[in-house]
């Protein structure tokens, strides 16, 4: 929560404020299109969600998209959902994703680093090759716009040029990590119906090499839609029967022939998390992905030519599409692929170094990981190209701000992000040209009105609410895939208010502008009518050196009661004994309220994830008030499903 005149962490010095692209776009747009020429970034956000159509039409300038067809005007019909965006334009998302290669041919597009750490470079030419040669075989293949293209694959510059190839003919993008077993990948891939898979024979990870082999034939038979497999000898093994050699079809010097598509034709298929069913098969277009990110790369990373662009992240997870986006503002792109943690705790800062990262994105967790691990980044390893480290996955607890700016650098700047898959983009996040106050988001994104609104819809500033968006992004969701009427949809995100984009997260709107997350809002914790975020739980608890890892329920009990228990995973050696406990209940009661004192401290095995990492608060409520294990939870789109049986036996024992 915000406090009387709190000093800031961090202040951009007014050199660095002048240079941004923000900073330059705002007085471009205030001489072109009547934005504020005055009040900074708060004036330019409020003209970008006042003035809808008049702000994209200035980005898409700005950033020189190329329309082969025009539009007709900005937004066709702008109700949710359904908005319709730059009706009559066609485009292609790979053709603004390569044309650094126009201008910097022999200079970097992508660095690709393993668990070696040696990073290993992919020219723009030589990208723009294999993208033409692949395109070009894709097509012999058969494959039209439209159809499916699969990628079981680590992040590895095959699976940027199978992703850009794809795009390139209009075809569709999805991708799973080769972590996800078969059952998780066929759950994604079977709803969508690929008609060519690219895979590799496995992957190397903590020091392992992990073979997939079996997986791979197992998808293949049960993907009857695939007309070609293509295989990444990764491992080195031969390619299986029927299998087509990736070298062959990336040989070609040829130039790639961009298909123009509709503004709205799909780029690619994302996945919801999925733990309580089949996952939802979100489907985003090439154009909305591509002003989207040009916007959220361009003006609110500050990213261009000279940039290198670090995520961790895997192939399964929306922030590898965000990260290929990198691209798009001719910035060298940095993919890893290995352990977030091998051979040490360091191992992403090693990367950083290496590659001479100036954004570099993480988890929330791994800087909190780092933070116990006594990890100390800028005494061992030279971070002085790093600019900005930024952060997701959860929330960054203040104590990782402060951890951030004490051990990386006091001038760091420091970007807490908080988004979606559905979305594929940041709602707030990351603004170069504003001070950074611990524990807070620095401001919603351009374009995006996001509001925190109470339960009848009346947005509210300096109280917890709903995260809601109150008018239409061009990357959200065209459809969902095999949602033919719309309802599933429809009811993921507007029933709850009419026509406003409902995201399910606790949000506090500062009187400042800045953004506060408190979790979802669908595992909300409700203690006599007070609501209360999870997040601020883990944040409070996580710092005992006694817990690795917590979860906390809160379930209405028919009589009426409130049971709230709290699941924690002790550090090795640590005892959950009487000094522990009272430690545990006076930490919650001191930085947070009585209210939030748990009712009870059970330890656990491990607390379960989905397969990108985030705690399954919902799932475990459900397991706890009696639902069968396989109704409560989709067993595919969990890290550890053994951790699971604990929460049933629990819920047995108190039944």
């Known amino acids: 929560m915000s406090i009387v005149n709190p000093q800031p962490l961090w202040q951009p010095d007014p050199e660095r404020s002048a240079q941004a692209q923000v900073t330059r776009f705002q007085a471009w747009a205030a001489e072109r299109h009547g934005a504020p020429a005055e009040g900074g970034y708060p004036a330019l956000h409020r003209w970008s969600v006042d003035e809808l159509d008049t702000f994209w039409k200035a980005v898409t300038e700005w950033f020189d998209v190329r329309f082969s067809t025009p539009y007709a ?38 660095l690709h680093v393993d668990e070696t750490h040696d990073p290993r470079p992919v020219t723009w030419t030589e990208l723009r090759r294999q993208v033409g040669s692949l395109a070009a075989e894709l097509r012999a293949l058969g494959v039209r716009p439209g159809d499916r293209v699969s990628g079981y694959l680590p992040n590895i510059p095959q699976a940027v040029v199978a992703l850009l190839a794809t795009a390139a003919v209009g075809g569709v993008w999805t991708s799973c990590a080769p972590d996800f077993g078969a059952r998780s990948v066929l759950d994604r891939f079977q709803q969508v119906e690929p008609v060519v898979l690219f895979t590799v024979d496995g992957y190397r990870y903590g020091g392992k090499e992990h073979d997939r082999r079996e997986t791979v034939a197992e998808l293949r038979r049960e993907l009857p839609t695939l007309r070609a497999v293509v295989h990444i000898p990764l491992l080195g093994t031969e390619a299986p029967e029927g299998a087509l050699e990736w070298s062959a079809l990336t040989a070609a010097d040829v130039e790639p022939v961009f298909e123009q598509v509709p503004f709205e034709h799909p780029l690619w298929v994302l996945y919801s998390s999925g733990t309580t069913g089949l996952p939802k098969a979100i489907v985003q277009s090439q154009g909305g992905i591509l002003v989207e990110h040009l916007k959220q790369l361009g003006l609110h990373c500050d990213l261009g030519p000279e940039d290198r662009f670090f995520w961790y992240t895997s192939t399964g997870w929306m922030m590898w599409n965000f990260l290929v986006s990198g691209l798009l ?58 600019r900005c480290v930024a952060t997701t996955g959860s929330p960054l607890p203040p104590d990782g701000f402060r951890w951030l700016h004490d051990e990386v650098g006091d001038d760091l700047w420091i970007a807490s992000v908080s988004g979606g898959t559905d979305v594929c983009s940041c709602f707030a996040g990351a603004v170069p040209t504003l001070p950074v106050h611990i524990g807070e988001l620095q401001a919603p994104g351009l374009g995006t009105d996001l509001q925190s609104w109470d339960p009848d819809g009346r947005p509210v500033v300096e109280e917890v609410g709903e995260l809601v968006v109150t008018n239409p992004m061009p990357s959200m969701p065209v459809r969902f895939w095999n949602d033919p009427d719309g309802s599933r949809y429809h009811d993921s995100y507007f029933d709850t208010y009419p026509g406003v984009w409902r995201h399910g997260d606790w949000i506090t709107v500062t009187s400042r502008g800045s953004v506060v997350i408190h979790g979802r809002s669908d595992s909300t914790l409700n203690r006599q009518g007070v609501r209360m975020g999870s997040a601020d739980i883990y944040e409070a608890v996580e710092r005992l050196p006694e817990i690795k890892e917590s979860l906390v329920i809160g379930i209405e009990q028919p009589d009426g009661g409130y049971w709230m228990p709290l699941f924690v995973h ?16 006076r930490t919650i009661r001191e930085q947070l309220s009585p ?61």
Not at 359 to 376: D, I, N, P
Not at 601 to 607: A, D, H, L, N
Request: with cysteine.
């Open 570 to 585: 002790l550090a090795p050696g640590a005892v959950l004994d009487d000094a522990l406990l009272d430690r545990i209940k």
């Open 595 to 655: 209210r939030h004192v748990p009712d009870e401290v059970i330890e656990v095995p491990g607390i379960p994830h989905t397969l990108t990492g985030k705690r399954i608060e919902v799932p475990v409520k459900r397991l706890l008030q009696g639902t069968a294990l396989e109704k409560a939870v989709n067993p595919g789109s969990i890290d550890n499903l053994e951790l699971l049986h604990f929460y049933e036996d629990l819920a047995r024992k108190r039944a």
């Open 73 to 110: 005007r900005v937004l066709g019909d702008r109700s949710m959902p359904g908005a319709e965006w730059f009706p009559g334009a066609t485009l292609n998302y790979a053709e603004h994703a390569l044309r650094a290669a126009a201008t910097r041919p022999d200079e970097p597009a992508l």
């Open 329 to 386: 503002t001719g910035t060298t792109v940095v993919l890893y692929d290995g352990s977030p943690g091998y051979p040490d705790t360091g191992a992403q800062w090693r990367v950083a170094e290496r590659t001479g990262a100036t954004l570099y994105g993480t988890s929330a967790a791994y800087v909190m990981a780092c933070r116990k691990a006594g990890v100390h980044p800028s005494r061992d390893f030279d971070l002085s190209r790093v």
